[in-house]
């Protein structure tokens, strides 16, 4: 198994350029999550999926898409990337919906929008 | 959602044995707690996870009250690669709150 896999590792964008950072896993796993994370602090948690079709936000969606077409994929979408979206972005995933169990992340992509 | 505070350093040396105290006054009944560790420049990875009591696995202990306020996680005989950023959360829904952490230097 690979694992969650990003891509791409690095991204620099100029401001109101979009882009998707990409995430698959190949566990099977039903809840898949994207969070982002800035220098010093703690992680953020942006939108999260439960099963294919069905995405929620977290608690800093703005600025950000996802869909869920399968269950192995979760794009995240920035539509108009900006500076304040500078910042390295982890995808997760796990077995659980609740995510009582382990969640598996991924290597992260780290982002400069200039 | 279920807020956690922990402190924000900690220093040790290594061999000593680590406890690291989480405090989650609001703690759900159906709340798990679980404890993820992250390098620098990489994703966070499980360590453990509790409901109550003492749960232990072949990396660390989790202690937990009977009243589930607050947490311990207990690393034994750290060494330099331990130093790491520890995350306590609250696990139940779909959502996962990750606070500052503790950043924990392990001197030789």
């Known amino acids: 198994n690979a694992g969650v896999t990003q891509t791409p590792k690095f991204q620099v964008l100029k401001t109101g350029q979009s882009m998707t950072l990409q995430c698959a896993q190949d566990?099977?796993?039903?809840?898949m999550s994207w969070y982002r994370q800035d220098p010093g602090m703690g992680l953020r948690l942006i939108h999260y999926?439960?099963?294919?079709?069905?995405?929620d936000q977290g608690e800093v969606p703005n600025g950000y898409n996802v869909s869920r077409s399968t269950t192995e994929d979760f794009p995240l979408r920035l539509l108009s990337a900006a500076p304040s979206q500078t910042s390295v972005y982890f995808c997760?995933?796990?077995?659980?919906?609740?995510?009582?169990?382990?969640?598996?992340f991924g290597p992260g992509t780290r982002l400069t929008v200039l | 959602l279920a807020k956690t505070t922990q402190p924000i350093s900690m220093d040790s040396y290594e061999g000593q044995e680590v406890n690291i105290t989480c405090s989650h006054n609001?703690?759900?009944?159906?709340?798990?707690i679980t404890w993820y560790q992250q390098f620098p420049s990489q994703g966070p990875r499980f360590i453990i996870q509790?409901?109550?009591t003492k749960v232990t696995n072949e990396v660390a202990s989790l202690f937990i009250p009977a009243d589930r306020k607050s947490s311990t996680l207990s690393l034994p005989r750290v060494s330099l690669s331990d130093t790491a950023v520890y995350y306590c959360?609250?696990?139940?829904?779909?959502?996962?709150?990750f606070g500052q952490g503790t950043t924990l230097q392990v001197k030789p």
């Open positions: 566990m099977n796993h039903e809840y």
């Open positions: 999926s439960v099963g294919a079709g069905i995405t």
């Open positions: 509790g409901y109550k």
């Open positions: 609001n703690i759900a009944t159906n709340d798990y």
């Open positions: 959360l609250m696990s139940n829904t779909g959502k996962l709150i």
């Open positions: 997760a995933s796990s077995t659980d919906r609740a995510v009582r169990d382990e969640q598996f």
